[in-house]
């Protein structure tokens, strides 16, 4: 199954965007496929270098455009909640009343890359994990100027990476328990070569 590799001229594509497939790639975008189709968040876990963005986003490219829609957002120490809501609300469009979703029906997936890197306040919180876990919990947002007025997302999928060895090492494991979690090794010689 593993897709046959077509060299292309460094003036076609830069160096750094060259992917090459591999077992352990295919097997992962395999598994990536199966929790899209139905509808489970996926979280790679790895060190820097593994592939976990590599392969998300070989993965998300490669999607069928009728079918999907994505957004890719890094997450740094700076990210805050309201980035993200407004990033995620980008996403979606009014449906019928409060409720929010795809305009074409397609399965809109946001891929957070670095998902454990938001700062940790005193209370040892990470705001945009927190309105994250609000999200994937109960399926919506409320209005940040409005805060009666309660926004139902839909036909929204989250994708996630976190390296262990940066930011804040975890993510806080209530919102953890709703993605499947892979662990991305780093490449033996075997697969470098």
Known sequence: MIPQYKPVGLDEMPFSQIYVSTLHTTRLKYQLELHVNRFKPVLFIGSAGTGKTAVTKDFLVGSSTEKIDYRIMN???????????????????????????????????????DMNMPFVDKYGTQSPIALLQY???????????????????????????????????????????HFTVFTMFTPGQDTIK
Do not use: W
């Open 75 to 113: 997450f740094n120490s700076f990210t805050d909640s309201v980035s993200l809501q407004l990033s995620i609300e980008s996403m979606v469009v009014k449906k019928s009343g409060k409720t929010f979703g795809s305009a074409s029906n397609k399965t809109l997936i946001y891929f957070i890359d």
């Open 135 to 177: 999200i994937v919990d109960y399926g919506s947002v409320f209005n940040r100027e409005m805060l009666e007025e309660r926004k139902f997302l839909q036909d929204l999928l989250f994708l996630g990476s976190l390296n262990p060895k940066s930011g804040s090492f975890t993510i806080d494991l209530r919102l953890q328990r």
